[in-house]
């Protein structure tokens, strides 16, 4: 690897490191700090960070590979992540931030459901809990796989010490800073990723003579390739779209509307996200076609489409821009694992340690239970990744679908219906979970013919409004609280 590179991703390392020990002065003295960055996020930081924590390897990867390789057809994946994303600022954010304030400050997706339904029985806190570890393991675990297997095949270095690399210095800056070192390393990764989206296909385009001659190679060598419905059905696309309902429920991504300074913040904010994401999209799908134009008039040799924005990257650059731009790829990886193992810390933290083991425990101790739980959750991640056989993209699906219907509905219509019961809101999770879980691994598995997170987000809700209709209203405390937030989010708005 030319020096160049070498230097530009050393930098990278120590920013991200550098990140971590500023954070872990400013804002890991309490539990609430240390898990939600104290609610001090500005509307910048919450759109990059949810932006950049979402979007992983997919968008420099997987997305220009499914263009290049299947045509525009791929698209609408796309088309339903913005608008599940748009949704989730319009539907979800604002409401969440008040409730989790008013729901005795809330700083974790199952302290808000227990909060919210006043449930004593810590049926929800367990059970929500219980899911968000489960699936973020393996979910982590898939971040930690495509690190191994991206410093192996960029860098030729071997697959189990790019393993310890990626997690290396994500557990490092994740265990120092909390939150708010997270959320600081996913606004510059989100940054690097944006320009690494708006740079590698702008010039790959100028060379190959510009956006006519592009679509003029594309068309020639495949026509079918700039059809939105190629190779498509209705049900193909309304799987693919399927994917934006998975916003709803997504604990990493949701969390930071929690920590938004203040919910005037939030118009900024969306209008910040859904540029960063739309342009970030357009520029995956623009490296793809660029490089089908590129690889045909060069002859250059590709063995993976998924590698051709690492291959353009390669070809078209100084080495130093080349190191800025393989960085992109690193931050795409390293921001979601580090969202992902923060969540999974503070369920193992705040639902179990503190709930169920010692429900006195200092601010100090949560702290260090968290940075504990970090680790280990690390630990097992990089366990289930040392099989280099593991499939990523089946893990990620899988766990999007799990959460978006075990938590979507629930996280909804708790935020819309007062009727709703804690009974529902169990029942909601549990449908939700085990449809997605038969739909995938059942006898007759039918995730191939539609994305299980539609019967999964169907069913959870039918079970929601019909176990919430056929057990006791809820008590006048929860009401209460339900109507105080309605009105602080009217009084914000007139203000």
Same mark, same amino acid.
């Given at each position: 690897m030319d020096t160049?590179?070498?230097i530009a991703l050393a930098l990278y390392f120590v920013l991200m490191l550098g990140i971590g020990i500023y954070a872990y002065r400013q804002a890991t003295s309490n539990l609430s700090e240390y898990m939600l960055g104290g609610r001090k996020l500005g509307p910048a930081m919450t759109a990059l960070s949810a932006g950049a924590s979402d979007?992983?390897?997919?968008?420099?990867?997987?997305?220009?590979?499914?263009?290049y390789l299947l045509g525009l057809s791929q698209i609408w994946i796309a088309v339903g992540l913005v608008l599940g994303a748009w949704c989730n600022y319009l539907l979800v954010a604002?409401?969440?931030?008040?409730?989790?304030?008013?729901?005795?400050?809330?700083?974790?997706?199952?302290d808000f459901f227990e909060h919210r339904f006043h449930d004593k029985t810590r049926q929800l806190r367990l059970i929500s809990a219980l899911i968000i570890v489960v699936f973020f393991t393996l979910y982590t675990a898939s971040g930690v796989v495509a690190g191994g297997k991206l410093f192996e095949s960029v860098f030729q270095l071997d697959y189990h010490w790019g393993l310890a690399l990626t997690a290396g210095v994500v557990i490092l800056y994740t265990l120092l800073g909390g939150?708010?070192?997270?959320?600081?390393t996913d606004f510059v990764q989100g940054i690097i990723m944006f320009l690494a989206l708006v740079i590698v296909p702008m010039v790959t385009i100028d060379m190959v003579g510009g956006p006519t001659a592009m679509l003029d190679t594309v068309q020639t060598l495949n026509p079918n390739h700039l059809d939105i419905f190629t190779g498509t059905s209705v049900i193909g696309i309304i799987s693919l779209m399927a994917w934006g309902l998975g916003y709803f429920g997504q604990p990493h991504i949701i969390v930071r509307f929690m920590a938004i300074r203040s919910i005037a913040d939030f118009p900024v904010a969306r209008r910040i996200g859904m540029s960063w994401m739309i342009i970030s999209l357009l520029g995956a799908v623009a490296t793809g076609f660029a490089g089908i134009a590129y690889v045909h008039s060069t002859q250059a040799t590709l063995k993976d489409p998924e590698t051709i924005f690492i291959l353009l990257s390669q070809v078209l650059f100084h080495p130093f821009i080349t190191g800025f731009l393989l960085a992109a790829l690193l931050a795409a &990886?390293? %921001?979601?694992?580090?969202? *992902?193992?923060? &969540?999974? %810390?503070?369920?193992?933290? *705040?639902?179990?340690?503190?709930?169920?083991l010692h429900q006195e425990a200092s601010d100090r101790t949560q702290v260090l239970v968290g940075r504990l739980s970090v680790l280990l959750v690390a630990v097992v991640a990089i366990v289930i990744a040392l099989d280099r056989t593991s499939s990523i993209l089946a893990l990620v699906a899988n766990a999007w679908a799990g959460f978006g219907a075990a938590f979507g509905p629930v996280v909804l219509l708790s935020l819309y219906w007062s009727r709703m019961t804690q009974q529902g809101a169990l029942a909601g999770m549990l449908v939700g979970a085990g449809t997605v879980l038969l739909w995938i691994y059942g006898p007759w598995p039918l995730n191939d013919w539609l994305y299980a997170m539609?019967?999964?987000?169907i069913a959870a809700s039918v079970a929601i409004v019909l176990v919430s209709r056929f057990t006791a209203v809820p008590d006048a405390n929860v009401q209460q609280q339900f109507d105080t937030m309605l009105s602080q989010l009217k009084t914000t708005a007139k203000g």
């Open positions: 160049g590179t070498i979007m992983s390897g997919w968008l420099l990867m997987g997305l220009p590979g499914a263009l604002p409401r969440l931030r008040v409730y989790t304030e008013v729901a005795n400050d809330a700083i974790t997706l199952p939150f708010l070192a997270v959320s600081m &990886v390293m %921001s979601t694992i580090s969202s *992902q193992l923060l &969540v999974t %810390s503070s369920a193992l933290t *705040q639902d179990f340690y503190k709930t169920f539609v019967p999964g987000f």
